[in-house]
């Protein structure tokens, strides 16, 4: 089966869950009492859209620094799409996120606060950074997270619904917490990617530098 | 911001943002700002096309024939890596590679009377090849025989030379090699700039010429690699791994004042607030007082709309123009790269031309490498002054880098990492301080 690396990165105000939506899809977890992300990490998670996830078996350290890079793969039709997540943090916090971030990325995920009105006022900020930086075929898809806490709702879900429709983003309302539409989120995400690379790089791709395969052929003019 | 940190950095250059990584990762606190709202410095990829046509102030908007702007990442400096030098190394230790794709540059070329000769890449290429006679190649292939079993640690591989007194000159008497195989190794194969190393002792070009066949080995065509998007993604990586680890990053940043008292840095002025620090990182263009000029580098941007002739229409490509083909000092180097490493539109070629300005007309100078390039849609040219630092940093604790030279490659630039580090930490630079303290990679790889 073609296996195909999907990038997805993550975009929001701090604090709205980003981290915790990563780690509920990779990982089928909450922490509550989880850090601030203190730098850009990737995850990695390949899922099966046939219902059933792989679960992983990933050793989370905990401590300062957790983790940069998670793998998943999923299955979709006759693919296996293998999500290689990228969580930003530190650098979004002073408006300093790096073009490389956004570079090659499939899919963002944007992710506001439903408690928090002023994060969804600033998610349109987020959607025209990306408009700005990320690749022109991005698939885009808006989050509204903590849907549990529906008592103290700030941002109505049908403005949010109609604000996506208006940029034909993906729309869900999910909790990390509460694992409501999290699977949900990606599994779309993987139905909306064009299955094949609609113009795929000239000149062929690059390839990922290795270390020095133990005997080095000697081959010189 | 008002707060205290182990190390500020000022400048997202290469240089900049490989020290703030190793900092980040050995448990420091880091500030790392940029007064520019981009990283990279002087060796970012601008993009889009329009930021570059504006910095360099050429009047209008480009043309509809460059495409779309976005799809443009230009180097403003040239340079390749080597696939076995020092910054890959740097890359693989911090694992930074994993951000990054690489292509292999498709060929090295040699300008002799006129002309530009493939270097070859292959026994079978050399032995075809017209830039030697016959009976050249055959000593030629023993001199190489003999560097490829030259190890540094073991006197047996020597056969009488003494590495650190024997001059490159000798040795290459000893071998009986005439000028031109002579020319072609020092410049082509040992990359050097002048013929200084003739007389210096030969070790150290006979490491150079190894490098540079180890690197041809790896992936075959060249020596030399490149990034997808252009070289900025290099400090771009780095700085990925600084924040990571826990560096903060700020562009955009107006820096008001370095505040020192008693000689010594303490802290970082910035729209009005003040970030302390025990040490400071810097490039020149913040501390114009504690560096000092002793170059200038000429580099000549060039679009193209076709590949370089007689290079076999390779979409990548080194050019060297050795001084004595052209009666100069120093050479002239041409690196190409193209759309094929998403820095140009579809169809496009970006060849940079460099050398060290040796006369009052430095543009005039780089005509016979202009030549080869012709018809060019369109040229950027700069000319910079390379700074060195006065100040060690001894007392103050402000840490310059060097300005990027002439050369096309990265080992002056490693040098000057390792050269800070040390003064730095009073410790020998040494790789595995790079490596990720912790396992912060999940999943399967
Ligand atoms: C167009 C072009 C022109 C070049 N011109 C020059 C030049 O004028 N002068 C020059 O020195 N190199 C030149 N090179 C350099 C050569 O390709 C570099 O060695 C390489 O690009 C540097 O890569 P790196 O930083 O990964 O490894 P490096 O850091 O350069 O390599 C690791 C180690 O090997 C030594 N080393 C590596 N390369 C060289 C080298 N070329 N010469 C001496 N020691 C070396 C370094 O001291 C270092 O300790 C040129 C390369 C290109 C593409
Ligand atoms: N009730 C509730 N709390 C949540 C949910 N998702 C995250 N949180 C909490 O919100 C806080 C912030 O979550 P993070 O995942 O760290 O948010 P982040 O967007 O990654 O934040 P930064 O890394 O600082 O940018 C934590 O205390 C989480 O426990 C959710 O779905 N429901
Ligand atoms: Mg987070």
Redesign the interface.
Known sequence: MALRELKVCLLGDTGVGKSSIVWRF?EDSFDPNINPT?????????LPLSATFNS?S????T???????????VQYQNELHKFLIWDTA??E????L????Y?GSAAAIIVYDITKEETFSTLKNWVRELRQHGP?SIVVAIAGNKCDLTDVREVMERDAKDYADSIHAIFVETSAKNAININELFIEISRRIPSTDANP????????????PSE?????? | MNEEYDVIVLGTGLTECILSGIMSVNGKKVLHMDQNPYYGGESASITPLEDLYKRFKLPGQPPASMGRGRDWNVDLIPKFLMANGQLVKMLLYTEVTRYMDFKVIEGSFVYKGGKIYKVPSTEAEALASSLMGLFEKRRFRKFLVYVANFDEKDPRTFEGVDPKKTSMRELYKKFDLGQDVIDFTGHSLALYRTDDYLDQPCCDTINRIKLYSESLARYGKSPYLYPLYGLGELPQGFARLSAIYGGTYMLNKPIEEIIVQNGKVVGVKSEGEIARCKQLICDPSYVKDRVEKVGQVIRVICILSHPIKNTNDANSCQIIIPQNQVNRKSDIYVCMISFAHNVAAQGKYIAIVSTTVETKEPEKEIRPALELLEPIEQKFVSISDLFVPKDLGTESQIFISRAYDATTHFETTCDDIKDIYKRMTGSEFDFEEMKRKKNDIYGED
């Open positions: 990779v203190i730098g850009t990490k990737l995850f990695v998670k390949i992983l990933c050793s989370f350290s401590g300062q620094v957790r983790a940069s890079f998670m793998t998943k793969t530190g650098q916090r002073f408006r300093a790096a073009p490389m971030y570079r022109p790089p000239s000149g062929g791709k690059g390839f990922k530098l290795r270390r020095q080095p052929k000697r081959s010189c003019c």
